[in-house]
């Protein structure tokens, strides 16, 4: 019988390798550096706050995995760059880039935002995934690396919910860029693919509960799966399979990992 992807465990093949997990310092970003340095990847640990990424670099060296933290705001082009250059420097590649960091608004109608509520969600949510792509992959493209870059957006950028329009807005903007990426660098080697969760416990779900338990309950009721939540764990194998090398002949596609919201 011929060899093909099952005869070895994909895991294996990315030992040595480099992932840069913006957002890994916590929630699905944190679950992410886990496999990726379980798997013997080298792990840059950036995003904000600083002391967290810092700490949680720490916490990975400890389990005995390569790793290293760096503040980034990924709303600032030059401190993008900056981790990047670092990466490489201390690890001599780039080979996988994750973005998992966002944020949410308190809920409103969308007859009562402001633009200061559109530029401060649209700058995280949407302008920091594009500067980190775009940058990871000029970097990729001069080091002669067929790398692969996952986004993660939201299952609420494809099922909209009353109001959280910007939110869902924002995240079907990372659907499209991941598209429209994935055409541009594609001539490179450069595969870019992303992940949309449902409800998932992170931080940020954890407060959306604690302030609105009947959220929770409304959540729990739309959701078919007889699993109404998600796990870290599960968005992070998510993640962890677009970067894998069973998957080299997957680009632009964004994994709807929502406990079936979508479908209904």
Same mark, same amino acid.
């Given at each position: ?5 099952? !005869? ?6 990315m030992?040595? +390798?480099?992932?840069?997990?913006? %957002?890994?310092?916590? %929630? /699905? ?36 995995y390569?790793?290293?933290?760096? #503040?980034c =705001? ?5 401190? /993008? =760059? ?5 990466t ?16 949410? #608004? ?10 200061? =509520?559109? =530029? +401060? /969600? ?20 001069? #080091?002669? *690396? +067929? ?6 957006? !939201? ?13 869902? *807005?924002?995240?079907s903007?990372? @659907? ?11 001539p ?12 998932? @416990? ?10 609105? &338990? ?9 959701? &078919?799966?007889?699993?109404? @939540? %998600? ?8 993640i962890?399979?677009l ?13 709807? @990992? ?7």
């Amino acid at each position: 019988m011929s060899k093909n992807w099952f !005869s070895k465990e994909p895991s294996t093949q990315m030992a040595g +390798k480099t992932a840069m997990i913006m %957002g890994g310092g916590s %929630g /699905i970003g944190k679950a992410t550096a886990e496999l990726f340095g379980a798997a013997g990847c080298n792990l840059m640990i950036c995003g904000v706050p600083e002391q967290l990424c810092l700490d949680t670099a720490e916490e990975w060296r400890a389990e005995g995995y390569n790793a290293i933290g760096m #503040l980034c =705001d990924g709303t600032k082009q030059d401190m /993008i =760059d900056a981790t990047i250059e670092k990466t490489v420097d201390e690890f001599g590649s780039l080979d996988y880039v994750i973005s998992t960091a966002g944020i949410a #608004l308190p809920r409103m109608n969308a007859m009562d935002t402001t633009e200061a =509520d559109w =530029d +401060k /969600i649209f700058a995280v949510n949407a302008k920091a995934n594009w500067f980190v792509s775009t940058a990871a992959a000029r970097k990729m493209k001069e #080091l002669g *690396t +067929k790398g692969k870059i996952v986004l993660v957006s !939201s299952a609420r950028g494809i099922n909209a919910m009353e109001n959280i329009a910007l939110y869902s *807005t924002t995240k079907s903007a990372v @659907m499209g860029m991941v598209r429209a990426l994935a055409v541009d660098f594609a001539p490179y080697g450069i595969q870019v693919n992303g992940i949309a969760p449902g409800y998932v @416990m992170t931080p940020m779900v954890e407060k959306v509960f604690a302030e609105q &338990p009947k959220q929770q309950e409304y959540v729990y009721s739309r959701t &078919p799966s007889q699993v109404k @939540m %998600g796990s870290l764990e599960e968005m992070a194998m998510g993640i962890f399979f677009l970067c894998s090398p069973v998957t080299d002949y997957t680009t632009g596609q964004t994994l709807i @990992m929502d406990g079936g919201w979508s479908i209904q």
